[in-house]
Protein backbone atom coordinates (compact mmCIF):
# COMPACT_ATOMS: atom_id res chain seq x y z
CA UNK A 1 0.00 0.00 0.00
CA UNK A 2 1.35 3.28 -1.15
CA UNK A 3 1.78 6.09 1.60
CA UNK A 4 0.01 9.29 2.15
CA UNK A 5 1.86 12.29 3.09
CA UNK A 6 0.65 15.45 4.45
CA UNK A 7 2.68 18.57 4.54
CA UNK A 8 2.03 21.74 5.90
CA UNK A 9 4.16 24.53 3.91
CA UNK A 10 5.10 27.89 5.04
CA UNK A 11 7.75 29.87 2.74
CA UNK A 12 9.40 33.44 4.15
CA UNK A 13 6.43 35.03 2.85
CA UNK A 14 5.05 37.45 5.78
CA UNK A 15 3.54 39.95 4.37
CA UNK A 16 -0.14 41.12 4.48
CA UNK A 17 -3.08 43.38 3.17
CA UNK A 18 -4.69 43.70 6.46
CA UNK A 19 -4.34 45.08 9.69
CA UNK A 20 -5.48 42.83 12.69
CA UNK A 21 -4.87 44.02 15.77
CA UNK A 22 -4.23 40.81 17.15
CA UNK A 23 -1.80 39.50 14.10
CA UNK A 24 2.16 40.28 14.43
CA UNK A 25 2.10 40.45 10.90
CA UNK A 26 -0.36 43.10 10.07
CA UNK A 27 0.12 45.29 7.52
CA UNK A 28 3.48 44.17 7.39
CA UNK A 29 4.99 44.33 3.77
CA UNK A 30 7.77 42.33 2.37
CA UNK A 31 10.89 43.47 0.56
CA UNK A 32 11.13 42.37 -3.32
CA UNK A 33 14.13 40.37 -2.57
CA UNK A 34 12.26 38.45 -0.18
CA UNK A 35 9.16 37.70 -2.28
CA UNK A 36 11.62 36.72 -5.11
CA UNK A 37 13.23 34.23 -2.97
CA UNK A 38 9.31 33.01 -1.67
CA UNK A 39 8.12 32.53 -5.65
CA UNK A 40 11.53 30.76 -5.93
CA UNK A 41 10.78 28.48 -2.83
CA UNK A 42 7.25 27.78 -4.22
CA UNK A 43 8.02 26.69 -7.02
CA UNK A 44 10.31 24.53 -6.21
CA UNK A 45 8.35 22.85 -3.94
CA UNK A 46 5.66 22.70 -6.52
CA UNK A 47 8.09 20.62 -9.07
CA UNK A 48 9.28 18.85 -5.77
CA UNK A 49 5.85 17.47 -5.98
CA UNK A 50 4.72 17.17 -8.84
CA UNK A 51 7.54 14.58 -9.10
CA UNK A 52 7.06 12.81 -6.36
CA UNK A 53 6.57 9.12 -6.61
CA UNK A 54 6.12 7.42 -3.57
CA UNK A 55 2.56 7.24 -3.17
CA UNK A 56 -0.27 9.74 -2.51
CA UNK A 57 -0.11 13.89 -1.39
CA UNK A 58 -1.92 16.47 0.20
CA UNK A 59 -0.84 19.62 1.09
CA UNK A 60 -1.80 22.78 3.44
CA UNK A 61 0.03 26.06 2.85
CA UNK A 62 -0.01 27.99 6.23
CA UNK A 63 1.51 30.83 5.35
CA UNK A 64 2.17 34.11 8.17
CA UNK A 65 0.49 36.60 5.34
CA UNK A 66 -1.77 36.49 3.04
CA UNK A 67 -0.63 33.83 -0.35
CA UNK A 68 -3.50 34.69 -2.66
CA UNK A 69 -2.92 38.31 -3.36
CA UNK A 70 0.48 36.66 -5.02
CA UNK A 71 -0.12 35.22 -8.28
CA UNK A 72 2.66 32.30 -7.94
CA UNK A 73 0.33 31.12 -4.96
CA UNK A 74 -2.82 30.68 -7.33
CA UNK A 75 -0.72 29.64 -9.63
CA UNK A 76 0.86 26.85 -7.54
CA UNK A 77 -2.91 25.92 -6.20
CA UNK A 78 -3.72 25.42 -9.60
CA UNK A 79 -1.40 23.09 -10.60
CA UNK A 80 -0.91 20.97 -7.36
CA UNK A 81 -4.53 20.58 -7.41
CA UNK A 82 -4.20 19.29 -11.28
CA UNK A 83 -1.33 16.22 -10.15
CA UNK A 84 -3.29 12.58 -10.39
CA UNK A 85 -1.21 11.80 -7.01
CA UNK A 86 -2.54 14.95 -5.29
CA UNK A 87 -5.55 14.26 -2.65
CA UNK A 88 -6.11 17.45 -1.65
CA UNK A 89 -4.81 21.39 -1.51
CA UNK A 90 -5.85 23.98 0.49
CA UNK A 91 -4.60 27.14 1.72
CA UNK A 92 -5.44 29.56 5.08
CA UNK A 93 -6.83 32.62 3.75
CA UNK A 94 -8.41 36.09 4.13
CA UNK A 95 -9.90 35.46 0.86
CA UNK A 96 -9.46 38.91 -0.15
CA UNK A 97 -8.24 37.78 -3.79
CA UNK A 98 -10.13 37.76 -7.15
CA UNK A 99 -11.66 33.92 -7.70
CA UNK A 100 -11.47 33.93 -11.12
CA UNK A 101 -8.42 32.03 -10.83
CA UNK A 102 -10.00 29.00 -9.32
CA UNK A 103 -11.72 28.27 -12.35
CA UNK A 104 -8.58 26.90 -13.72
CA UNK A 105 -8.28 24.18 -10.66
CA UNK A 106 -9.37 20.93 -10.01
CA UNK A 107 -12.10 22.19 -7.47
CA UNK A 108 -12.85 18.39 -6.08
CA UNK A 109 -9.34 18.64 -4.97
CA UNK A 110 -8.97 22.09 -4.23
CA UNK A 111 -10.17 24.15 -0.85
CA UNK A 112 -10.22 26.76 0.76
CA UNK A 113 -9.78 28.03 4.91
CA UNK A 114 -10.93 31.11 5.11
CA UNK A 115 -11.15 33.83 8.01
CA UNK A 116 -13.17 36.72 8.40
CA UNK A 117 -11.56 39.30 10.16
CA UNK A 118 -14.45 42.19 11.21
CA UNK A 119 -13.41 45.67 10.41
CA UNK A 120 -10.64 44.81 7.63
CA UNK A 121 -13.57 43.69 5.12
CA UNK A 122 -17.20 44.67 5.03
CA UNK A 123 -19.70 42.41 5.58
CA UNK A 124 -21.49 42.54 2.64
CA UNK A 125 -18.62 42.54 0.56
CA UNK A 126 -16.81 38.99 2.06
CA UNK A 127 -20.78 37.38 2.03
CA UNK A 128 -20.23 38.14 -1.47
CA UNK A 129 -16.81 36.64 -1.90
CA UNK A 130 -18.39 33.67 -0.39
CA UNK A 131 -21.08 33.49 -3.05
CA UNK A 132 -18.62 33.91 -5.69
CA UNK A 133 -17.00 30.53 -4.37
CA UNK A 134 -19.88 29.06 -3.71
CA UNK A 135 -20.95 29.85 -7.24
CA UNK A 136 -17.30 27.85 -8.60
CA UNK A 137 -18.21 24.85 -6.47
CA UNK A 138 -15.27 25.71 -4.29
CA UNK A 139 -14.85 23.55 -1.05
CA UNK A 140 -14.43 26.39 1.78
CA UNK A 141 -14.56 26.78 5.53
CA UNK A 142 -15.71 29.86 7.03
CA UNK A 143 -14.12 31.15 10.47
CA UNK A 144 -13.35 33.81 13.03
CA UNK A 145 -11.13 34.30 16.27
CA UNK A 146 -13.19 34.35 19.63
CA UNK A 147 -12.35 37.79 20.08
CA UNK A 148 -15.42 39.19 22.67
CA UNK A 149 -15.83 42.25 20.09
CA UNK A 150 -16.40 39.58 16.77
CA UNK A 151 -19.46 38.24 18.49
CA UNK A 152 -22.17 40.14 17.04
CA UNK A 153 -20.17 40.06 12.99
CA UNK A 154 -19.73 36.02 13.77
CA UNK A 155 -23.47 35.79 14.39
CA UNK A 156 -24.36 37.84 11.49
CA UNK A 157 -22.46 35.85 9.73
CA UNK A 158 -23.62 32.51 10.76
CA UNK A 159 -27.02 33.92 10.16
CA UNK A 160 -26.67 34.78 6.59
CA UNK A 161 -24.11 32.05 5.16
CA UNK A 162 -25.66 29.06 3.79
CA UNK A 163 -26.01 26.03 6.45
CA UNK A 164 -24.04 23.72 4.43
CA UNK A 165 -20.83 26.45 5.05
CA UNK A 166 -19.13 25.31 8.31
CA UNK A 167 -18.34 28.07 11.23
CA UNK A 168 -15.19 27.87 12.50
CA UNK A 169 -14.18 29.82 15.97
CA UNK A 170 -10.47 29.78 17.23
CA UNK A 171 -10.14 30.63 20.66
CA UNK A 172 -8.31 33.79 20.99
CA UNK A 173 -4.64 33.81 22.45
CA UNK A 174 -4.51 34.76 25.85
CA UNK A 175 -8.19 34.98 26.35
CA UNK A 176 -10.07 32.57 29.29
CA UNK A 177 -13.72 32.03 28.47
CA UNK A 178 -16.55 31.51 31.14
CA UNK A 179 -18.20 28.58 30.66
CA UNK A 180 -21.24 31.36 29.89
CA UNK A 181 -18.86 33.16 27.04
CA UNK A 182 -17.96 29.69 25.77
CA UNK A 183 -21.22 28.50 25.13
CA UNK A 184 -22.21 31.73 23.01
CA UNK A 185 -19.41 30.72 20.72
CA UNK A 186 -20.36 26.84 21.03
CA UNK A 187 -24.16 28.51 19.67
CA UNK A 188 -21.98 29.22 16.38
CA UNK A 189 -19.52 26.09 16.22
CA UNK A 190 -20.29 23.31 17.87
CA UNK A 191 -16.61 22.13 17.62
CA UNK A 192 -15.45 25.12 20.08
CA UNK A 193 -15.08 23.43 22.82
CA UNK A 194 -11.66 21.63 21.09
CA UNK A 195 -10.29 25.43 20.68
CA UNK A 196 -11.19 26.85 24.07
CA UNK A 197 -8.06 25.29 26.33
CA UNK A 198 -5.16 23.90 24.94
CA UNK A 199 -4.55 19.93 24.75
CA UNK A 200 -2.13 18.14 27.29
CA UNK A 201 -0.13 16.63 24.48
CA UNK A 202 3.04 15.42 26.36
CA UNK A 203 4.08 11.85 25.58
CA UNK A 204 0.78 11.84 23.17
CA UNK A 205 1.02 9.58 20.06
CA UNK A 206 0.74 12.37 17.59
CA UNK A 207 0.60 11.57 13.19
CA UNK A 208 3.19 14.19 12.82
CA UNK A 209 6.75 13.22 11.71
CA UNK A 210 4.99 9.85 10.79
CA UNK A 211 2.20 10.78 8.04
CA UNK A 212 2.29 14.44 8.34
CA UNK A 213 5.47 16.94 8.34
CA UNK A 214 6.02 20.65 7.99
CA UNK A 215 8.16 22.06 5.04
CA UNK A 216 9.89 25.51 5.23
CA UNK A 217 11.29 27.36 2.26
CA UNK A 218 14.24 26.06 2.26
CA UNK A 219 12.99 22.54 2.26
CA UNK A 220 13.83 21.67 6.08
CA UNK A 221 11.35 19.70 6.86
CA UNK A 222 9.66 19.30 10.63
CA UNK A 223 7.24 17.06 12.22
CA UNK A 224 5.16 20.19 12.38
CA UNK A 225 5.53 24.13 12.78
CA UNK A 226 5.45 23.29 16.84
CA UNK A 227 8.59 21.06 16.99
CA UNK A 228 11.56 22.61 15.57
CA UNK A 229 14.35 19.77 15.49
CA UNK A 230 14.60 19.02 11.99
CA UNK A 231 13.81 15.74 10.21
CA UNK A 232 15.93 16.11 7.45
CA UNK A 233 15.59 18.09 3.57
CA UNK A 234 12.97 17.19 1.33
CA UNK A 235 15.14 17.67 -1.64
CA UNK A 236 17.31 15.19 -0.94
CA UNK A 237 15.39 12.89 0.29
CA UNK A 238 16.86 12.86 4.07
CA UNK A 239 13.76 13.56 5.69
CA UNK A 240 11.80 9.76 4.33
CA UNK A 241 14.27 7.89 6.84
CA UNK A 242 12.82 10.07 9.76
CA UNK A 243 9.58 8.76 8.76
CA UNK A 244 8.11 7.06 12.23
CA UNK A 245 5.44 7.27 14.90
CA UNK A 246 6.43 9.60 17.57
CA UNK A 247 4.90 11.28 20.64
CA UNK A 248 4.62 14.83 21.14
CA UNK A 249 7.73 16.25 23.25
CA UNK A 250 5.70 19.39 24.22
CA UNK A 251 3.49 20.15 26.82
CA UNK A 252 0.91 21.54 25.40
CA UNK A 253 -0.91 21.97 22.38
CA UNK A 254 -2.80 24.92 21.50
CA UNK A 255 -3.14 25.22 17.26
CA UNK A 256 -6.01 23.68 15.50
CA UNK A 257 -3.46 23.04 12.60
CA UNK A 258 -1.53 20.98 15.08
CA UNK A 259 -3.74 19.12 17.65
CA UNK A 260 -5.96 17.89 15.11
CA UNK A 261 -3.17 15.49 14.68
CA UNK A 262 -3.18 13.83 18.07
CA UNK A 263 -3.93 10.83 18.12
CA UNK A 264 -6.25 10.31 21.46
CA UNK A 265 -8.40 13.41 19.87
CA UNK A 266 -11.37 12.23 17.52
CA UNK A 267 -10.76 14.77 15.05
CA UNK A 268 -9.54 12.59 12.07
CA UNK A 269 -13.05 10.85 12.26
CA UNK A 270 -14.91 14.71 12.85
CA UNK A 271 -13.00 16.50 10.21
CA UNK A 272 -12.89 13.17 8.02
CA UNK A 273 -12.63 14.38 4.49
CA UNK A 274 -11.66 17.73 5.37
CA UNK A 275 -8.94 17.16 7.75
CA UNK A 276 -7.10 20.29 6.06
CA UNK A 277 -9.84 22.59 5.35
CA UNK A 278 -10.99 22.45 8.67
CA UNK A 279 -14.97 20.97 7.25
CA UNK A 280 -16.06 18.42 9.74
CA UNK A 281 -17.41 15.02 7.95
CA UNK A 282 -20.88 15.18 6.74
CA UNK A 283 -21.64 18.73 6.89
Known sequence: MSEHLTLLYRGPL?????DCPYCPFAKRRDSPELLRADRAALERFTAWAAAYRHGRLSVLFTPWGEGLVRSWYRRAMVELSRLPHLERVAIQTNASCRTAWLAEADRSKLALWVTYHPGQVG???????????TALGVRFSVGVVGQPEHLAAARRLRAALPAGVYLWVNAADGLTYTDAEAARWTELDPLFGYSRHPHRSAGLPCRTGESVVSVDGEGTVRRCHFVRPPLGNL?????????????CPLGSCDCHIGYVHLEPLPLYDVFAGGVLERIPHGW
Open 235 to 247: YDDSYRAQLRPRE
Open 14 to 18: SSCDY
Open 123 to 133: EQRFLAKCAEL
